[in-house]
């Protein structure tokens, strides 16, 4: 069974805002020279874990567990929006609607 439309909806919302945050992700990463190498791939992996994070939480709060379909549904919407992820901490682009990948 895929993802549901409102699940769906609710992961393109996370996603949305967490690029729109980008650059205090960016701050917090800084923090954390020289430790880590790449400040942007830092920031990438704190924006789709919270995402990630918050997808679970969706479920949990639905008394279910993703399945394995789920999982891979939602790796291809992340998939489908890391460049936009990527110019956000680039500071390239600000998301505009136009921008956003389609994922219904």
């Known amino acids: 069974m895929p993802i549901s439309k409102e699940n769906k909806e609710f992961v393109n919302s996370l996603?949305?805002?967490y690029i729109s945050e980008s650059e205090s992700y960016?701050?917090?990463a800084e923090n954390f020279l020289p430790e880590v190498e790449s400040?942007?791939?830092t920031v990438f992996g704190i924006i789709t874990g919270c995402v990630y994070s918050g997808f679970l939480q969706t479920y949990q709060n639905q008394q279910q567990t993703p399945s394995l379909e789920d999982m891979?549904?939602?790796?291809q919407i992340i998939k489908k929006n890391a460049i936009?992820?990527?110019?956000?901490i680039l500071g390239e682009?600000?998301?505009r609607s136009t921008?956003?990948?389609k994922t219904d």
């Open 26 to 28: 960016k701050q917090i």
């Open 15 to 17: 996603i949305e805002y």
């Open 84 to 88: 936009l992820i990527k110019k956000s």
């Open 39 to 41: 400040i942007s791939d």
């Open 72 to 75: 891979n549904e939602f790796n």
């Open 99 to 101: 921008d956003k990948e």
């Open 93 to 95: 682009t600000k998301i």
